[in-house]
């Protein structure tokens, strides 16, 4: 019945096990290219011509790959402009005042700066995303530890696993939220009232965690505080990233998409920054990462082709039933090794079709799974991979075997208090 129904305008058909296999091998190929990076070439050098391989070979046909496209654009949309205004947010010396605000507030202290990178890096990632905090505030971390003359290992890797697990909260701080958040049908402020109880207990059990495996770094002997003068607060960035804030409220509430109100603060402040020549529009382009933007819409396609060829199915016959504790601790736990297996972007794309007819609760269960789960692994995520490749450039080694060993201990102790609490969540807020 399928091949009847394939329009001649849609590509070459391919038999079944022919297009299974070539999907998983393009996928493969995509997530190993977002890994190695061979050449130091973009994500999207082998994203791109594979999605066109798929189309091409008829893996998936040019009208159902566009309708991805389509379903995903809004979401690209939204991260370019975020990606923007975390960009201007450290041009107009966000992060710097972070930094200083930290090593102040630490007084030379291993344990109390651990406190401060808990407490900054849970508000920047929830506000601007967990791209602000791998890529803007990592490299203010490194150099506030250095300064400060303790071990950056506690602090660097808090980075690392506050990048997924604080992107709980709301749905701009995470491409994968934003993409659950389309399917669950609930609106900003619900959304928020849901999550924020996992996300309260996630950070809560990764602080415990941490305290507990970093014990001999943050008991070494405080050095004296920081006295130099701290820079001035950038109130004009805090505001427009207030205003911004308010903005998806009130949106949400008419019906407006949040990649409008996202463009409207970058603007200004990308503007701002323009106008008083510190920047030149070409600067405002790169900050949108466009390499990255076609990766996500090239990997969205290929994911659609390996979700079109069996896997969908697969794990249909594996997804718990039902919004119940139990099943939604199922649903964050396959969703959890899935991230880890594939990636955890591709991981959400492959799960909310199958989650969303059980309603916002089992939606927010992968969401659960998806952003805590990565922190397992390198591959979980791309936020993790970029992470690596910062602290690389920034001379601090990460050690493949602590990072995992971190990971084996604070997952579950995060995943399984944070559905919990979503589940108490959904009991009282109502799904």
Known sequence: ?????RSRHEGPALNT???????VALLVAVLLGAVLRPFDLPEAAVAVPAAGVAIGTGVISPAHAWAEVERLGPVVGFLAAVLVLAHF???EGLFRACGAWMARWAAGSPGRLLTAVF?????????????????????????????AGVRAAPHVYACAHLSNTASLLLPVSNL???????????????????????????????????RRWFADELRA?????????????????????????????????????????ALVGALVLAGRAIVRRRVSPLTVVRA?????????????????????HGLADALRQVLPNGSGLAALLGIAALAAVLANLINNLPAVLVLLPLTAPAGPGAVLAVLLGVNIGPNLTYAGSLATLLWRRIAHRHGHEV???EFTRLGLLAVPAALVPAVVALWASLQVVGG
């Open 288 to 308: 949108a990462a466009p390499a990255f933007l076609a990766f996500v819409l090239a990997l969205g396609v290929v994911v659609r082709a390996v979700v079109d």
């Open 221 to 261: 002997p405080v050095h004296a505080p920081d006295t130099g003068k701290a820079p001035e607060l950038p109130l004009f960035a805090l505001v427009t990233v207030g205003c911004t804030l308010a903005g998806f409220v009130v949106a949400s509430a008419v019906g407006v998409g949040p990649a409008w109100v």
């Open 1 to 5: 019945m399928r091949a009847r129904l």
């Open 176 to 210: 994968t939220n934003l993409l659950a958040f389309e399917a669950s049908g609930l609106s900003f402020t619900r959304f928020a009232a849901l999550m924020t109880l996992p996300w309260l207990a996630a950070i809560g059990a990764e602080y415990l965690v941490f």
């Open 399 to 401: 050690a493949v075997g």
């Open 17 to 23: 096990p022919l297009a299974e296999v070539l999907s």
């Open 119 to 147: 407490a900054l890096g849970s508000a920047i990632t929830a506000v601007l995303s967990l791209d602000a905090t791998v890529v803007l505030l990592t490299p203010v971390v490194l150099a506030t530890a250095a300064r």
């Open 89 to 91: 947010c450290d041009v």
